[in-house]
């Protein structure tokens, strides 16, 4: 029994139900709202407002270190539900109204560095029912599949003039993106989170994960990520606002085959910096002939969700794993951080590098120095060193590997 008197398997299934319930609403109206600002201002402002949600991602990891030394997982998860829900609203309607692009992109981030402290709550929540990869990964599943969902949906809404839905389909929309939280800060009722232990003096809230790794997973992202990240306004441009809905269900359809892919990759016992390399490459294959054709972005999302979803799942299991257990929650924050600081870099760079119509330049650049990065990692440390020959007074040299290995070090 966990707590709340709930089994492990139905409060695994409460988790993942309140997370995909938030996350397709808050894919619906960040996705009306990404729309908007294409219209309004072409990709360099859909651009802003993603760096911006990035840039919230990251500032996320040391607040949440703070919240969690001092809230039990209950009220780290009602707390930052209820901001959430409010600054829902406030963007959308600012965006709507006209409001400075500034000052949206600030609200953005505010948005979601409330949003992500809940979503590393809800990890750790995930973290203390079943730890390991598998469950891990099933809740990455589930949030990327029904984010991919939200997204197709919004952009299937017939919109008015403005670029945006309105009428009674705009009322829904606000209902959906701020109702989808309700579960969430019902599911919280249950939460046996405690708060993280007090870091020793000068730790401030930095948690004890190896920097290597949290560096590593920020450098896939980094270059891997920014065409999936904007793959709204990209399919867009490129093919038209009509293929953004099959881009998201491709994407969905991805999604459904992470759990596998992290088994059968787990199972060959690799590095886990080879494996996030080798996910990464799979994020951006399909991007290299997506300006050729549309039907290219539809197999570039395919990838990308399935690529996506299985190196997050993979790398928030590997640092629960390493994380003392009262401090994973502080833990999985800044795992979502470094991977947010590698992703907003990129989608800020992107549209600065190149037009939508010739993203597969970069993404080609991209693939090459992780493919290089693989290859290095493989022949570094799973290739069998060559013997050494020994040298002795006493002895001759003779054939190649005739003499015997040296002792190790």
Aim: glycine fraction near 12%; proline fraction near 6%.
């Amino acid at each position: 029994m966990v707590a709340g008197g709930l089994r492990r398997t139905g409060r695994l299934r409460e988790l993942l139900t309140a997370g995909v319930v938030d996350s397709f609403g808050m894919a619906l109206g960040w996705t009306v709202l990404v729309l908007l600002a294409v219209d309004r201002g072409g990709l360099a402002e859909a651009a802003l407002y993603n760096a911006a949600m990035l840039a919230g991602v990251v500032l996320s990891a040391p607040i949440t270190g703070w919240l969690s030394r001092r809230l039990p997982g209950r009220e780290l998860l009602r707390s930052t539900a209820g901001a959430e829900i409010v600054l829902r609203v406030a963007l959308l309607w600012g965006l709507i109204a006209g409001a400075p692009s500034w000052s949206i992109a600030a609200g953005v981030t505010i948005m979601h560095v409330a949003a992500w402290a809940g979503f590393a709550g809800m990890r750790a929540e995930v973290t203390a029912v079943a730890p390991g990869p598998k469950a891990m990964t099933r809740y990455a599943l589930g949030i990327a599949a029904v984010e991919a969902a939200g997204t197709g949906l919004a952009a299937l809404l017939p919109a008015g003039t403005g670029g945006y839905p309105t009428g009674w389909w705009l009322t829904a929309v606000f209902v959906v993106y701020a109702g989808s939280l309700l579960p969430t800060i019902v599911s919280a009722r249950r939460a046996r989170v405690r708060p993280d232990a007090t870091p020793p003096t000068g730790a401030a809230s930095c948690p004890t994960v190896s920097p290597k790794l949290l560096a590593a997973g920020g450098g896939v992202m980094l270059l891997a990520a920014g065409p999936t990240l904007l793959a709204v306004p990209l399919t867009t441009e490129l093919h038209g606002r009509a293929w953004v809905a099959g881009a998201a269900v491709a994407f969905s359809l991805g999604c459904l085959l992470a759990t596998a892919a992290v088994e059968m990759i787990g199972s060959m016992r690799l590095p886990a910096v080879l494996r996030w390399s080798l996910f990464g490459l799979g994020m951006l294959i399909g991007w290299m002939f997506a300006p050729a054709h549309a039907y290219a972005v539809l197999f570039a999302q395919f990838t990308a969700g399935l690529s996506q979803t299985a190196f997050e799942g993979d790398m928030d299991a590997r640092v629960a794993a390493e994380a003392p257990p009262k401090r994973v929650t502080t833990a999985l924050a800044y795992s979502a951080a470094v991977r947010a600081l590698g992703g907003s870099i990129a989608v800020k760079a992107l549209p600065l590098l190149v037009t939508a119509q010739s993203v597969d330049r970069v993404v080609s650049a991209a693939a090459l120095v992780l493919g290089i990065a693989a290859l290095l990692l493989y022949t570094v440390t799973l290739l069998p060193r060559l013997p050494l020959i020994s040298w002795t007074s006493s002895s001759r040299p003779g054939p190649a590997g005739a003499a015997g290995r040296q002792p190790p070090a």
